[in-house]
């Protein structure tokens, strides 16, 4: 079982939909939690962060359950740039180590 | 606002050349992260400089070598290049733990014929 694992997708959805992922990890004392936007060929860009209490910035909103290893992101009022593969992330530790990525979620708006 | 930046952006070699891929980290960031990405594939973590000592080693072959510099820019070698040596790779930078997240270079595609 992989350490990060995702919804397979490809998401195709309506301009102005909202859209939701899931992330799941398989490590409990993993520490920080990242959303990462990634365009064809280009390199990984940090989207958000994600806390505890659960954060939103604009129309992306994301979720922690610790409980469940489980993270969210919700997309509002879908754009057309908005169409990336995402990513979710995670630390399994403090200090300075690797993170580890999922493998991904691709979503296509469409006009 | 400074960067990662990477180079060469692009590389051709023949199979068992050797590369050497630079990467310079934002100022004042001292952990560097090296990962290689294939085709259709989520990026896999190589190896980490905290500091210019190695922090932490992944999936990489005894083929390849990294070092951080007195002045923290990194370098990933690679010798004995294979055809699946072929993907994006990428730089990283951070400072001490990555509650803020890591901020990628725009990587170096090497293509191996």
């Known amino acids: 079982r992989k350490e990060v694992e995702q919804d397979p997708g490809p998401f195709n959805v309506p301009e102005g939909a909202t859209v939701a992922f899931n992330c799941t990890y398989s490590?409990?004392?993993?520490?920080?939690f990242f959303w990462y936007r990634q365009d064809c060929r280009k390199e990984p860009k940090l989207l958000m962060s994600v806390y505890s209490s659960g954060n939103e910035d604009g129309r992306f909103t994301a979720q922690l359950n610790r409980a469940s290893q489980y993270i969210s992101l919700l997309i509002r009022d879908s754009k057309l740039s908005d169409s990336a593969t995402y990513l979710c992330?995670?630390?399994?530790?403090?200090?300075?180590?690797?993170?580890?990525f999922g493998p991904g979620t691709s979503l296509s708006v469409i006009p | 606002a400074a960067g990662v930046i990477q180079s060469p952006r692009h590389l051709i070699k023949e199979k068992r050349e050797t590369a050497t891929l630079k990467c310079y980290p934002i100022?004042?960031?001292?952990?560097v992260y090296w990962y290689q990405q294939g085709p259709g594939q989520d990026p896999q973590f190589l190896i980490s400089?905290?500091?210019?000592?190695?922090?932490d080693k992944g999936s990489i072959p005894d083929r390849f070598s990294a070092q951080q510099f007195s002045d923290y820019h990194s370098e990933l070698n690679m010798s004995s290049l294979e055809l699946g040596d072929s993907a994006l790779y990428f730089c990283a930078s951070s400072t001490t733990g990555t509650s803020f997240g890591y901020t990628f270079g725009s990587g170096t595609r090497l293509t191996v014929v």
């Open positions: 100022p004042r960031h001292d952990t």
């Open positions: 400089f905290y500091e210019k000592m190695q922090s």
């Open positions: 992330v995670v630390n399994p530790e403090t200090s300075y180590d690797k993170v580890i």
């Open positions: 490590n409990s004392a993993s520490q920080s």
